[in-house]
């Protein structure tokens, strides 16, 4: 069985700090894809990043940047210098060979202007 | 990119009444559509997976007579709550994954808020 875990509920943060968020998965796959989406208020859900687990460079795409450690399996989620519209819920998901997503609980990211 | 349609995006009706709620991909041919199920403030629960062509495979848990799903084409999936009640009230989600390119990332529709009265 898969299973991703997001510990933080909640993050507030004042507008140009960064925020990480975590997310731990367990699962027996040795192949699975890892993701990161955003549910804004509106509620569609905003596809962010995707990493595959042969893939463990971690890089850095505008303000968005991850730090996947299959020791550790863990793949967090950095938000450099956060604006009010990154506000939103921000889901943690794994899936493997049949392409199921098993979210996280999602953290609720708060900016404040 | 890929872009993924869902209509209604908010519907309201009467217990006892069916809901058909849509799902299309505008841009690319999906392989396979998913329906998920969030209620408030929780995550997304996987119902069932959609094949072009073939009958869905439901999540365990889920009642296939009462949430009826037809994928009649490659850039279309439909799902019918039959018979809805109070507790059928819920946001329904749909993604779509493609056939070429990165075939592993889902595409989301922008969901549909069910109420049931």
């Known amino acids: 069985a898969q299973k991703v875990t997001q510990a933080q509920t909640e993050i507030s943060v004042v507008e140009k700090e960064d925020v990480t968020l975590d997310c731990v998965y367990e699962?027996?796959?040795?192949?699975?894809?890892l993701f990161w989406y955003k549910q804004p208020p509106s509620g569609e859900l905003v596809f962010l990043i995707r990493?595959?687990?042969?893939?463990?460079q971690n890089e850095i795409s505008g303000r968005y940047s991850w730090n996947f450690q299959k020791s550790t399996s863990s793949f967090n989620f950095t938000i450099t210098a956060s604006q009010v519209v990154d506000s939103a819920v921000y889901f943690c998901?794994?899936?493997?060979?049949?392409?199921?997503?098993?979210f996280g609980a999602g953290t609720t990211v708060t900016v404040r202007a | 990119g890929a872009v993924v349609s869902q209509h209604p995006s908010r519907v309201i009706c009467k217990s006892g009444t069916s809901v058909k709620i849509e799902c299309r991909s505008l841009d690319f041919q999906a392989t396979t559509m998913f329906w998920y199920r969030q209620f408030p403030k929780q995550s997304l629960m996987l119902m069932a997976t959609?094949?072009?062509?073939?009958?869905?495979?439901?999540e365990q848990g889920v009642e296939k007579d009462k949430f009826l799903i037809n994928h009649a084409s490659l850039t279309l999936s439909t799902l019918t709550v039959t018979s809805a009640h109070p507790e059928d009230s819920s946001f329904y989600i749909c993604?779509?994954?493609?056939?070429?390119?990165?075939?592993?990332?889902?595409?989301f529709g922008a969901g549909t808020r069910l109420s049931v009265l």
């Open positions: 998901a794994l899936s493997s060979n049949d392409y199921k997503l098993s």
């Open positions: 699962t027996r796959d040795t192949t699975y894809y």
């Open positions: 959609s094949n072009e062509g073939s009958k869905a495979t439901y």
């Open positions: 993604s779509a994954r493609g056939v070429t390119g990165l075939r592993d990332i889902q595409y």
């Open positions: 990493r595959n687990s042969f893939d463990e």
